[in-house]
């Protein structure tokens, strides 16, 4: 029965993109190039994929809009799974695509990136956030084909762990973190290296699973130890049930997330619990630079919602991507000619540009150099402390 | 101290547990049906709950509808996917109840939405945290145990002091001969049904105070620990599926206490085992030998 649905959902796929344009035709014709995109439409981390499948259809409409070079893609639904998403890599290659957009969680981008390096397929990801995305583990290089849009694990969790120590001139931490996902465990050992390096004890750390929904036994735990500040580093729906367990369990310390905390008070009824919080988060929506402000007003015309951190991360992705796209073809280079990748690749290394996010250069490990904003929980409302 | 703040928070886990337990153990009692849509009304449960007192009803008007809601349903399951099965096969009833709770699921996530909705606990409990003698107590928990006792009571009272009870009891024990002694045996499987899901509906509103975040597939997992409850208090016994329950809530609280927080899953699947090697019909099963 599996197989049926996924026959049918390929060939759906197949279907309303052959109306937009055939892939393989447009591959001779360097007006038109076609990239790929993996995301989760369905499944468990689906709320991430349509977020980021929104930010980057609107960057490519608007792109689009201007003339010139134009950009169609193909999309694969890979569900959040690594397995679906080399199934969905291969698919999109088959089908000639010159660059891929993806994936969206770590574990699947994890999955597809030393298949992406054979091929040296220009490659970017919008959120993955885990250190290895970008680098070859059995050599520590990096890939060199692919690159993110996001921040890693291991610099928020020492970001946090500085904040903990110079602005809250905390002595004690406790953490609660998810041990079944690489996002959570990263941040979890970063935070405590840094915060140990700093001089804070780490005085409670305790874990869930991915299907948790009761968290009262670990907060228990964290309140008979009274910290100074408490580091969560899981994903919104988690908070959503970790805030009020937290009153419950009479927690009033200061809370401490990351970028995961990104749209937690939609999922939350009464945000008292986590009043005061403070998380670092790659994107602030209220920001008065114009690129941002037209980025969401534009967005919200087209959606109906206030973009979150995923739909803008993956708005620049999709920018620096195809500005890398659009040098090689000004350069000469159409995606049937064997040097296309590399020019690709070589023009995203060298991206010097503004994006919503921030100002975007990329180290030598593709990841981009950007300042974190500081959002605070107050009054029930995410509000811009600062940078940091 | 600590010990005894985790202990309440382990009654009251086991508490929820326990009211769904109930639920899985009547209806295999009476059927022999593992009636595996048991946790999906619970998520239809809180869902009536969540829109119903997001529409500023009445707290009392809530758990009333929430409760209807939750029996009524069952009792349309019953009558239109169970009861034509009356006779069929036991396997054919198994992969029905199935597919119930994957038509409850789908449908909750074509009206509702994939992600989860907070749930306004705020509007009906205002969560307070007493002191009682360093022992941190909060209103929450203290509620959820005495309402699952209260339940506990009443059903206890129904299945013995009443004539409906006398039949159940009956029916459990030969649903042909009941039948011959002129038992309306229909009525009380639907009976069952609905009994079973008012403690789903009391318990959507119990999860819904700890857990304020409803999705969809709230009943799967929650559904899997309360039949794991049953099964360790012996399924289809009513005082089993209580003692299922706490000793499951308790289990998972205690390996917290003791900073073996990533194993709660595996040590209730553990003692799953134990049970099922050592005493299969469970800590208050009987042992019946099936007739061939």
């Given at each position: 029965m599996k197989k049926i649905l996924k026959f049918l959902n390929v060939n759906f796929i197949i279907l309303f993109f052959a109306s937009c344009g055939s892939a393989e035709n447009n591959q001779n014709n360097t007006n038109e190039v076609t990239i790929g995109i993996l995301a989760p439409l369905t499944g468990s981390v689906a709320h991430f994929g349509v977020s980021v499948y929104e930010g980057l259809r609107l960057f490519i409409d608007e792109y689009n809009a201007r003339g010139g070079l134009q950009i169609s893609y193909v999309i694969f639904d890979e569900q959040g799974t690594p397995t679906e998403a080399v199934v969905g890599y291969n698919w999109l290659m088959d089908q000639n695509v010159a660059a891929i957009l993806g994936s969206v969680t770590s574990g699947a981008t994890l999955a597809v990136a030393p298949f992406a390096n054979e091929d040296n397929m220009p490659m970017i990801s919008a959120t993955s956030t885990h250190r290895n995305v970008t680098i070859n583990t059995a050599t520590e290089e990096p890939w060199g084909n692919v690159f993110r849009a996001s921040f890693i694990d291991p610099f928020q969790g020492e970001k946090m762990a500085e904040f903990a120590r110079e602005i809250i001139g905390a002595n004690t931490a406790a953490i609660l973190f998810n041990s079944e996902t690489d996002?959570?465990?990263?941040?979890?050992?970063?935070?405590?290296?840094?915060?140990?390096?700093?001089?804070?004890?780490?005085?409670?750390?305790?874990?869930?699973?991915?299907?948790?929904?009761?968290?009262?036994?670990?907060?228990?735990?964290?309140?008979?130890?009274?910290?100074?500040?408490?580091?969560?580093?899981?994903?919104?729906?988690?908070?959503?049930?970790i805030g009020p367990q937290s009153a419950l369990a009479g927690i009033n310390t200061v809370m401490l997330g990351a970028d995961g905390w990104d749209g937690a008070l939609s999922y939350i009824g009464d945000p008292s619990p986590i009043e005061g919080a403070f998380f670092l988060s790659g994107f602030y929506a209220q920001s008065t630079t114009p690129i941002v402000q037209d980025f969401v007003a534009n967005y919200q015309l087209r959606f109906e919602t206030v973009p979150n951190m995923f739909a803008a991360q993956a708005y620049d992705a999709a920018k620096i991507l195809i500005y890398a796209i659009e040098q090689a073809v000004n350069d000469g280079y159409s995606p049937s000619n064997n040097n296309f990748r590399n020019a690709v690749i070589a023009n995203m290394a060298n991206t010097d540009i503004d994006a919503v996010t921030g100002h975007i250069v990329f180290d030598n490990y593709n990841n981009p150099q950007k300042t974190a904003f500081i959002i605070q929980i107050v009054n029930g409302e995410e509000v811009f402390w600062g940078n940091f | 101290m600590l010990f005894f703040s985790q202990l309440i928070n382990g009654l009251q886990l086991g508490s929820i547990y326990a009211l769904i337990a109930l639920g899985y153990s009547m209806v295999y009692g009476i059927i022999r049906l593992l009636n595996f849509a048991h946790g999906d009304i619970l998520m239809v449960g809180a869902y009536v709950a969540l829109f119903s007192l997001t529409a500023s009803f009445d707290p009392w008007l809530v758990i009333t509808l929430t409760i209807i809601t939750s029996t009524l349903l069952a009792i349309i399951i019953e009558k239109v996917t169970y009861t034509p099965l009356r006779n069929a096969p036991r396997l054919s009833v198994l992969i029905t109840a199935i597919g119930v709770s994957i038509l409850l699921q789908n449908l909750s996530q074509f009206f509702f939405g994939a992600s989860g909705r907070p749930f306004p606990v705020h509007l009906l409990l205002e969560p307070t945290v007493f002191n009682f003698f360093g022992i941190n107590i909060n209103n929450n928990s203290i509620i959820t145990i005495i309402v699952t006792i209260v339940s506990m009571i009443v059903l206890t009272f129904i299945v013995k002091r009443t004539r409906l009870g006398k039949a159940m009891r009956a029916v459990s024990q030969d649903l042909d001969a009941a039948r011959l002694m002129g038992v309306n045996v229909n009525n009380v499987v639907t009976f069952t049904f609905a009994v079973g899901a008012s403690l789903a509906g009391i318990g959507s509103i119990l999860y819904a105070l700890r857990f304020p975040l409803i999705s969809p597939n709230i009943g799967g997992i929650l559904g899997l620990k309360a039949f794991v409850a049953a099964i360790v208090g012996g399924i289809g016994s009513i005082p089993g599926a209580m003692i299922g329950g706490y000793t499951i809530g308790i289990l998972e609280v205690l390996v917290i206490t003791f900073g073996l927080s990533g194993w709660t899953d595996g040590v209730v699947f553990l003692l799953l085992i134990i049970v099922l090697m050592f005493k299969p019909t469970g800590i208050m099963g009987k042992n019946i030998a099936e007739k061939v």
């Open positions: 996002y959570s465990i990263g941040l979890r050992d970063a935070f405590s290296q840094r915060a140990t390096e700093l001089g804070i004890t780490i005085v409670a750390e305790e874990s869930f699973g991915n299907d948790t929904v009761d968290f009262l036994g670990q907060l228990t735990n964290i309140a008979t130890t009274n910290p100074d500040v408490f580091f969560i580093p899981a994903y919104h729906q988690d908070i959503a049930l | -």
